[in-house]
């Protein structure tokens, strides 16, 4: 059954291998202060202790302290609880159970996806360019890409084949995971309208109403839960926003604030800080844009308008700090990286580059900073 996508899974199983066991033990070789002590604990850090809290604990209202948890969405936490009792073991191993999964899922789906327009080449070099990319070790870790970026593909594939119910399904899913999600609805509307509009049409008009009104409905449902999680637990459904301000100094900036910042910080910090919250935040961004617009006129329209708008989300934040991290989630991009790879200069430059780089930015995770 799997014969096929022999290649893609290889891949994926392969990155896992080498980031989850080869960046712990560099980094214990390079900086004496880090003390490896095992597999797990090493990547449970920053984010992933949430998602682990809320998994064993729920979203709590004792303290302060466990209001932040408010702000991370649920659908990961309740996965890794379901896969927690099924498994019979921690929540942190079941965290990286989701994660494996979902990233073997996520190979199979995307090259699925992208066989629905290029060769198997295309298919496999764009496979290679996700999971080198400097920031792919989120897919291997507890935190929500591995399963967000798997549902977003999935909505897509799953309306091309014109399974539109279970796109929509994805895509509620997918808004239960991040607030990102909330960009497929548009980009599978214009999908169903610009690309399947001759097969629309033949629809009758109960069944074009039913598309649109409960097919946006059941793809907003996962976003509504949360807000009413939010109400529930605080009694505001927009207590995420109060927490992201409070604890995070994040707060909803669409005027450039947060590029300003970006920019402002290759004058005034230095060192490590200049690099990662300067130099690298503008360039993941700026490598978002020219991706995002390249798709948007190049490769397909649906595919573009869900770039952009994950990418405006991302740059409306006032503070830049995620940016290498929140342009993962663009998968088209990997399509047009293996597309550019028919160039042999091209493939391999960015191959040594991007792999380099993601040792380098893993190594910096693992050790010191959600700044990625």
């Not at 702000?71 to 927690?84: N, Q, V």
């Not at 496999?124 to 929500?144: D, E, G, K, Q, V």
């Not at 279970?166 to 960009?183: D, E, N, Q």
């Not at 497929?184 to 649109?212: M, V």
Request: glycine fraction near 4%; hydrophobic fraction near 55%.
């Amino acid at each position: 059954m799997f014969k096929q996508y022999y290649i893609p899974i290889s891949i994926a199983l392969a990155s896992k291998s080498l980031i989850l066991l080869l960046i712990p033990i560099l980094a214990s070789q390079i900086n004496p202060n880090y003390k490896y002590t095992s597999l797990w604990a090493s990547w449970n850090v920053w984010d992933a202790r949430h998602y682990i809290d809320i998994a064993i604990y729920n979203y709590h209202r004792a303290s302060n302290d466990e209001a932040v948890l408010i702000g991370f969405l649920p659908f990961l936490p309740l996965t890794i609880y379901i896969f927690k009792s099924f498994f019979h073991t921690s929540a942190l191993v079941a965290g990286y159970i989701v994660s494996g999964f979902s990233t073997i899922l996520l190979a199979i789906i995307f090259y699925k996806l992208i066989l629905l327009d290029y060769g198997k080449r295309i298919a496999n070099m764009a496979i290679l360019m996700l999971f080198i990319f400097p920031t792919s070790f989120f897919l291997h870790i507890p935190y929500t890409e591995s399963l967000f970026i798997l549902l977003s593909v999935s909505a897509f594939f799953f309306v091309r084949k014109k399974y539109y119910w279970i796109s929509f399904l994805c895509i509620a899913l997918a808004t239960f995971t991040k607030i990102a999600g909330l960009a497929l609805i548009p980009a599978i509307f214009i999908e169903i309208l610009f690309f399947d509009k001759e097969y629309f049409k033949r629809l009758d008009i109960n069944n074009r109403l039913a598309i649109f009104i409960l097919g946006s409905t059941l793809s907003l449902s996962g976003f509504f839960v949360y807000l009413f999680i939010n109400y529930y637990v605080w009694g505001d459904p927009f207590y995420f926003n109060i927490i992201k301000k409070q604890f995070h100094s994040i707060s909803f900036a669409p005027f450039g604030q947060g590029l300003i910042g970006a920019l402002n910080a290759l004058s005034y910090r230095v060192g490590f800080e200049q690099f990662m919250l300067g130099y690298a935040q503008i360039a993941a961004f700026a490598l978002g844009l020219i991706m995002s617009i390249y798709t948007l006129i190049k490769i397909r329209l649906s595919y573009g308008i869900f770039m952009v708008i994950v990418l405006w989300l991302s740059y409306s934040s006032s503070f830049w700090s995620g940016m290498p991290r929140f342009i993962l989630p663009l998968f088209p991009m990997f399509i047009v990286l293996a597309l550019f790879s028919k160039s042999s200069l091209f493939k391999y430059l960015w191959i040594l580059s991007s792999t380099s780089l993601l040792i380098f930015f893993a190594l910096i995770f693992i050790q010191w900073g959600p700044v990625l």
